[in-house]
């Protein structure tokens, strides 16, 4: 046996407000509905929770979670980084869009981030010219990326990322119409975008299989992160489930779902794990009224540890958040309490649930009945 920890969450938006407190921030004006300025998110936080210092250290946004890569030091850190990197002005006609300064990308390195997946619905807010300095920032920064580029062909290839003994983690990213990625934004031979789902059909599963295969190589574990689905409502549709299966049995060992604003279901598969919707991260939402019963405050970090020979999962543990003063706070008692309630009703469909470890930390159980072995493709 040969375990690897890796880290993964839900969507980490380090744009608009969020930007506004780091050091060098982009020109705050915006063109929303409800507001002119990112400034304006920054003041619904400090409303709601008290004042915010600005500017803050490198390192601010992700409090608490430092201390967990501290302590489990996992060996991959995988998030979807849902805004553009870039001060370009071509902003796109979408009535949100999102970006950071470049000069403000050490709040990534900060936190020893190895990979950044692309394929989502936030990526290309400030055009093709945001997209092309989001990857050259990204690069600079010596931190690996997936599921967009210049091309078709770039916006499909892995990331890879070393893990020890010779083994690799390879990160493919792909996003859906349903998580509110334009088709329009998809990669083409002749146009940069993101890898594209058009459907979450048995021929688009096979296209991904075939991806992966040409790949994948002897002892690497592969990692599907799939942007999909809408913000709110815990509901897992049957062509998700098929869709994650399939790519389980092509040689999947870990998926990674998101878009939703809070965590959903989680499933072991055949000795693999599959998390349909990992919830929110880092954004600057404190403060926004509405969808309260859904708790979009609180977050999970995602430790899953590997078998790097096999693929199988050994352990999965959780370590519940709250995003507070835009940074990530360890979560009280009673809201660990409320995730694990959580994670055991939505769980239960698929025999998994929650288990409390000590300072609110949470293991996921699940029923081996349901499971079985499948051979490496």
Request: glycine fraction near 10%; charged fraction near 25%; aromatic fraction near 8%.
């Amino acid at each position: 046996m040969n375990p690897a920890t890796l880290f993964i969450c839900g969507d980490v938006m380090t744009g608009r407000g969020i930007d506004q407190i780091l050091p060098r921030p982009c020109n705050p004006a915006i063109r929303e509905h409800y507001m002119d300025s990112a400034l304006g998110y920054v003041q619904l936080a400090e409303k709601a929770n008290g004042p915010i210092p600005r500017p803050v250290d490198a390192g601010y946004i992700w409090g608490h979670a430092l201390e967990e890569f501290e302590r489990l030091r996992p060996q991959a850190r995988i998030i979807n980084l849902e805004t553009a990197v870039t001060c370009s002005e071509d902003r796109m006609a979408k009535g949100i869009n999102y970006r950071m300064n470049p000069a403000n990308i050490s709040c990534l390195t900060a936190a020893g981030i190895d990979c950044c997946v692309l394929a989502n619905n936030h990526v290309l807010d400030w055009g093709m010219s945001g997209l092309t300095e989001t990857l050259a920032t990204l690069r600079a920064a010596a931190i690996k990326t997936s599921g967009a580029g210049k091309i078709e062909k770039e916006a499909w290839e892995p990331a890879v990322l070393p893990l020890s003994d010779n083994h690799r983690a390879i990160v493919f990213s792909f996003g859906a119409e349903t998580s509110g990625i334009p088709p329009a934004w998809a990669a083409t031979g002749t146009k940069g975008g993101v890898a594209f789902l058009p459907d979450l059909s048995e021929r688009t599963a096979k296209r991904i299989v075939q991806t992966i295969r040409s790949h994948k190589q002897p002892g690497d574990l592969v990692v599907a992160s799939v942007h999909w689905g809408g913000n709110w409502g815990y509901g897992i549709s049957a062509d998700e489930v098929r869709f994650a299966h399939a790519l389980i049995n092509g040689g999947v060992d870990l998926f990674h779902g998101h878009s939703s604003h809070h965590p959903k279901g989680i499933e072991v598969f055949h000795e693999r794990l599959i998390v349909y919707g990992c919830g929110d991260f880092i954004n600057d939402y404190e403060g926004i009224g509405g969808h309260e019963e859904f708790r979009g405050d609180l977050g999970l970090m995602y430790f899953p540890t590997l078998d790097a020979d096999t693929g199988r999962l050994l352990r999965l543990e959780l370590v519940p958040a709250q995003m507070k003063r835009l940074r990530v706070q360890r979560a009280s008692a009673a809201d660990s309490s409320w995730l694990r309630t959580l994670l055991d009703r939505e769980g239960r469909r698929f025999g998994t649930w929650a288990e409390a470890m000590a300072d609110h930390r949470i293991k996921l159980q699940w029923s081996k009945e349901r499971d079985s072995r499948i051979p490496n493709p």
